[in-house]
């Protein structure tokens, strides 16, 4: 890192609740290179570039904060995003939290980038959020070159696709004013566990795969086998990654305002 002063990183998931589910394919003009891109599982060469193109509908979450009472620290918050319009993308809410509560005398600044174009990030606003489901809407400051996703109804069993920036195998974080790394997104191959989990306490409208999750991966999708999103990661429990079901994501799309509910803590195991 070039930068002088120190840096301290809120890794795109907790303990709390983190994750989500992402699909759709994009054009091929922004799509990402695929030595970009680190594997996890059998891809054979066909399906490499297509989750390649695939995954610039899934653009990096940076949130970068500078508080009054620490000015020599900058703290960032790096998660995953799910693009449903042109120009809104949705993320988990613990990827944004620090953020949306930004305290007075505080400093924050909220950027989206698509994978094939983390030189050219887009500011964000929030729009709305739930807490309680981890979920927020963010709308960007201009078009996105990237396609929306569509979503689908995930099932039992079914092989399904994550994409994130979690650490990757040197180590690194996508940091957008920062250099980027040679490896930075991660697409794993998985299985979906329970398409209704409802074996966490207080939690409703999710599903699990048996794949963990790492730090980074929050906000990021759950994909099926048509490049459709079925879920958003959203935290880790009793060995299994939990997602936001898709039509829990749907639904808060439609919703004309913020729900004022209390947020729910999960306590959940995270890897790194």
């Known amino acids: 890192?070039?930068?002088?002063?120190?840096?301290?990183?809120?890794?795109?998931?907790?303990?709390?609740?983190?994750?989500?589910?992402?699909?759709?394919?994009?054009?091929?003009?922004?799509?990402?290179?695929?030595?970009?891109?680190?594997?996890?599982?059998?891809?054979?060469?066909?399906l490499r570039a297509q989750m390649a193109v695939t995954a610039d509908s899934f653009p990096v979450v940076n949130v970068r904060l500078v508080k009054q009472d620490e000015p020599d620290m900058v703290y960032y918050d790096v998660g995953t995003s799910i693009l449903i319009s042109k120009d809104e993308v949705l993320?988990?809410?613990?990827?944004?939290?620090?953020?949306?509560?930004?305290?007075?005398?505080?400093?924050?600044?909220?950027?989206?980038?698509?994978?094939?174009?983390?030189?050219?990030?887009?500011?964000?606003?929030?729009?709305?959020?739930?807490?309680v489901t981890d979920m927020a809407l963010l709308k960007l400051d201009?078009?996105?070159?990237?396609?929306?996703?569509?979503?689908?109804?995930?099932?039992?069993?079914?092989?399904?696709?994550?994409?994130?920036f979690p650490k990757n195998p040197a180590g690194d974080l996508v940091l957008l004013d920062e250099e980027f790394p040679s490896t930075y997104n991660t697409i794993a191959k998985s299985r979906v566990y329970s398409s209704q989990a409802s074996d966490v306490?207080?939690?409703k409208g999710i599903g699990s795969i048996v794949k963990a999750m790492a730090q980074g991966n929050s906000g990021g999708p759950v994909l099926d086998q048509n490049n459709r999103v079925i879920g958003m990661m959203t935290f880790v429990y009793g060995g299994k990654t939990y997602y936001i079901t898709s039509k829990t994501l749907q639904s808060f799309i439609k919703e004309t305002t913020s729900p004022a509910k209390k947020q729910i803590a999960v306590a959940g195991k995270i890897t790194s």
Request: charged residues 20%; without cysteine.
């Open 142 to 164: 201009k078009d996105m070159d990237a396609e929306p996703v569509t979503f689908a109804s995930a099932r039992d069993n079914q092989i399904v696709y994550t994409i994130g």
């Open 1 to 46: 890192m070039h930068k002088k002063i120190k840096q301290m990183l809120r890794l795109g998931m907790s303990s709390v609740i983190a994750v989500s589910l992402l699909a759709g394919q994009t054009g091929m003009a922004a799509a990402q290179a695929v030595n970009t891109i680190h594997f996890t599982g059998y891809f054979d060469k066909q």
């Open 201 to 203: 306490p207080g939690k």
């Open 91 to 131: 993320t988990n809410y613990h990827v944004v939290q620090e953020f949306a509560e930004l305290k007075d005398g505080d400093e924050g600044t909220l950027t989206v980038a698509s994978p094939g174009h983390l030189e050219r990030p887009i500011k964000a606003k929030i729009i709305k959020t739930d807490p």
